[in-house]
Nanobody, 126 residues
Framework: QVQLVESGGGLVQAGGSLRLSCAASGRTFSTTAMAWFRQAPGKEREFVAAINRSGSIRTNADSVKGRFTISRDNAKNTVYLQMNSLKPEDTAVYYC???????????????????WGQGTQVTVSS
């Protein structure tokens, strides 16, 4: 079992920055691929960023390329999402997700993920 707790959301003006954190329980964090997803009101959940279990490879959705960066610290059982140059369209509930991974891959499909956090609200004002 893995429990995930997100933090770091809030209200920020357009152009500002936030850093989301996702703390994972358990001693096997380094065997999980991680990702961030988001869901805006009235919209489906969408992929934001993913990282493999060692942190050596990562990817972002096109909508956040050049602005958001996913990273992880396996010693702290934590994955991060640094969000810069925020736009009003980034407003959503952000969720982190974990997937047991035997290989060095990342995963962008939410159906792949086994565990989810409760979400943290990010609101970007114009």
């Amino acid at each position: 079992q893995v429990q995930l707790v997100e933090s770091g959301g809030g209200l920020v003006q357009a152009g500002g920055s936030l850093r989301l954190s996702c703390a994972a329980s358990g001693r096997t964090f380094s065997t999980t691929a991680m990702a961030w997803f988001r869901q805006a009101p009235g919209k489906e959940r969408e992929f934001v960023a993913a990282i493999n279990r060692s942190g050596s490879i990562r990817t972002n959705a096109d909508s956040v390329k050049g602005r958001f960066t996913i990273s992880r610290d396996n010693a702290k059982n934590t994955v991060y999402l640094q969000m810069n140059s925020l736009k009003p369209e980034d407003t959503a509930v952000y969720y982190c997700a974990a997937k047991w991974a035997s290989g060095s891959y990342y995963y962008t499909d939410d159906r792949e993920y086994d565990y989810w956090g409760q979400g943290t609200q990010v609101t970007v004002s114009s």
